[in-house]
């Protein structure tokens, strides 16, 4: 398989308006990735007791899985989402359920060596098979890139360690650009020889090649018509489904751009017609 996604796909539970829809960055990376073209291999473990919701969304929009390693005994990966008046979106909470005592099979593993492109979204669930992996040298083929998110299960020391095993290191840099610790990590992206690429919201995105100096791509700042859930995962996909294609960072950066903008129009982390049913229906309300 060309395009290979890994990561936990759980249940979104939002707050305030008080349902449950298919979510976590991975599957809104493969649902993203599907769309335009990329038609990605996403594995991940769902839950039996209430994975029908998520498998429901991957039939419907026609992602491809491991059907006989994608279900476990037990509970989805569970996660809640606040949403401010002003769009503002709050992700806390995560209950890993069948997450918890993670490994992945003998197919799986052969599936990730394999690939050509892999793209992993770097959580507590997965690390310790991730660094399995990178131990054992499995990871040498793929063109490989990783989700670390907002940092939250990393400090300096261990994404320096993970980024050796990383081609493509996307970081949501939350904090302020003369922070220290941003500048440990763009000093281990070069170290590593990879390619840092650190969003940082409306302030732009911060492009930290393995050879010069980092630089700010500015971005043209958008109202959130919706909720800022989700721009990190369009900005992402999009970036990957040209990067992908061309190897041409340009192209790359101004397509991801293009998807985080329009992520801002969407009161979920994908537009409603994704959803199709789910999108507040009874049928998933906890």
Same mark, same amino acid.
């Given at each position: 398989m060309s395009n290979v996604l890994w990561g936990v796909a759980c249940l979104d539970y939002y707050t305030k308006a008080d349902y449950l829809l298919p979510g976590c960055g991975i599957l809104h990376n493969a649902?993203?990735?599907?769309?335009? @073209? *990329? %038609?990605p291999?996403?594995?991940?473990?769902? +839950?039996?007791?209430?994975g029908a919701v998520i498998e429901h969304f991957l039939t419907r929009h026609h992602i491809a899985v491991h059907a006989d390693c994608l279900w476990a005994p037990g509970a989805c990966a569970r996660i809640e989402v606040t949403v401010d008046?002003? @769009? *503002? %979106?709050?992700?806390?909470?995560?209950?890993? +359920?069948?997450?918890?005592?993670?490994?992945?099979?003998?197919?799986?593993?052969?599936?990730?060596a394999a690939a050509r492109h892999l793209h992993i979204v770097l959580t507590a669930p997965v690390l310790g098979e991730f660094r399995r992996l990178c131990?054992?040298? *499995?990871?040498?083929?793929?063109l490989v890139s990783a989700d670390f998110l907002a940092l939250y299960d990393f400090d300096a020391a261990s994404f320096a360690e993970a980024v050796l095993c990383i081609d493509i290191a996307f970081v949501g840099w939350q904090g302020a650009l003369d922070d220290p610790l941003l500048h440990t990590l763009m000093r281990a992206t070069q170290t590593a020889g990879a390619l840092g690429i650190f969003t940082l919201g409306e302030r732009g995105v911060l492009v930290c090649e393995p050879a010069g100096e980092p630089r700010l791509e500015r971005v043209e700042p958008v109202p959130v018509v919706g909720s800022t859930n989700g721009c990190g995962d369009a900005f992402?996909?999009?970036?990957?489904?040209?990067?992908?294609?061309?190897?041409?960072?340009?192209?790359?950066?101004?397509?991801?751009?293009?998807?985080?903008?329009?992520?801002?129009r969407w009161r979920h982390a994908l537009p409603d017609r994704a959803y199709g049913r789910s999108a507040g229906a009874a049928a998933y309300l906890p």
């Open positions: 649902y993203h990735l599907q769309q335009l @073209g *990329a %038609a291999l996403l594995l991940t473990r769902l +839950g039996r007791d209430d008046a002003d @769009g *503002a %979106a709050h992700v806390h909470d995560f209950t890993p +359920g069948v997450w918890s005592d993670y490994r992945l099979s003998a197919h799986e593993t052969q599936t990730l131990a054992q040298d *499995a990871l040498k083929q793929p992402i996909s999009y970036f990957l489904a040209e990067y992908w294609r061309s190897r041409n960072l340009t192209r790359a950066l101004a397509q991801g751009k293009r998807g985080g903008a329009l992520a801002t």
